[in-house]
């Protein structure tokens, strides 16, 4: 399994010079399973996703995983060049958020006032579907559970696994006061966790119930789950990189293969029954 980042900040775009060595685009991971090519939440990042597949002629037969529908993991999709053509083929799956599941919440985007197509006029064969936390489905190579997490208006969880590898994406979750036990259970053994990682210990008092946790949590989760390695994600709009680097020194103390995820970083997982991943910086 190969993983490439193609967005992985918070809350609200923030490109400038103090954030380009980790990135500016929000949410947008791409996992290639072989036949099978796996996309995780459609941030800003996922513009630049869709024009590389374009250059490398990739086959335009893609699954996308929403964790939620907030701004900041949906706004690339009407930017995502793939769908406006006739060839692409693209299933979405999320959750149902009350009366609201993945084709209401995207269709709500594309409309008038605020943007010109709507998701119905798009080229792209287009087909939804909601998942309920603990129930896994196949997509080609890949097997895909899902988990509920803890955040406002409700959030998914993922759990990818093709040819013997696993990875598990889970952003936008607040911690509790003990280690999230579904959690734990779904990342068991994983060769990665990416995990939401906004906040400090030192920051997080001010920010109980937004939905967001701490590098801490997420090293917590990784040791109580005998993950591979562990991803920080979703870096807080305000942190500099330099602000990264230091929550990066911070949990590498606490969990030695931790890592703070950049834009344009790609991950090889080892094959089969061994440990090791091979990072390439962006």
């Known amino acids: 399994m190969k993983i490439q980042f193609w967005g992985v900040r918070g809350s609200i775009a923030s490109p400038g010079p103090e954030t380009a060595e980790f990135g500016g685009n929000t949410s947008s991971v791409e996992l290639d399973c072989g036949d ?13 996703l869709g024009n590389k597949m374009l250059a490398r002629k990739d086959p335009l037969d893609v699954t996308l995983l929403l964790s939620h529908y907030h701004w900041d993991h949906i706004q690339g999709l ?22 609201v599941g993945a084709r209401e919440a995207l269709f709500h985007q594309m409309q008038a006032p605020v943007f010109p197509v ?19 489905i ?10 509920k997490l803890n955040h406002p208006g409700g959030v998914l969880a993922y759990r990818v696994e093709c ?22 259970a779904l990342a068991a053994g994983a060769d990665l966790l990416i995990y939401d990682a906004q906040y400090t210990p030192e920051e997080y008092p001010r920010k109980v119930g937004w939905g967001h946790s701490t ?15 562990l991803a920080l ?6 942190r500099t990189d330099q602000g990264v680097r230091e929550i990066e020194a911070r949990a590498q103390e606490l969990f030695p293969r931790a890592f703070a995820a ?3 970083m790609s991950i090889d997982l080892a094959e089969p029954g061994e440990r090791l991943l091979t990072v390439t910086a962006a």
């Open 36 to 48: 099978s090519r796996v996309l995780l939440d459609a941030g800003t990042g996922l513009r630049n």
């Open 78 to 99: 009407p930017f995502f060049v793939p769908i406006y053509m006739k060839d692409t083929r693209m299933k979405i799956i999320g959750q149902k958020a009350g009366v």
């Open 118 to 136: 709507r998701l119905d006029e798009v080229g792209a064969r287009i087909e939804t579907q909601e998942l309920s936390p603990g129930q896994s």
């Open 138 to 147: 196949h997509e080609g190579a890949a097997k895909i559970t899902a988990m």
């Open 163 to 184: 040819r013997g590898k696993s990875v598990v994406y889970a952003t936008d979750t607040e911690h509790y006061a003990c280690v999230d036990p579904a959690l734990v």
């Open 215 to 229: 590098y801490v949590a997420g090293c917590e989760v990784a040791k109580a789950a005998g993950v591979g390695a």
């Open 233 to 238: 994600f979703h870096h807080d709009p305000l």
């Open 262 to 264: 950049k834009e344009g």
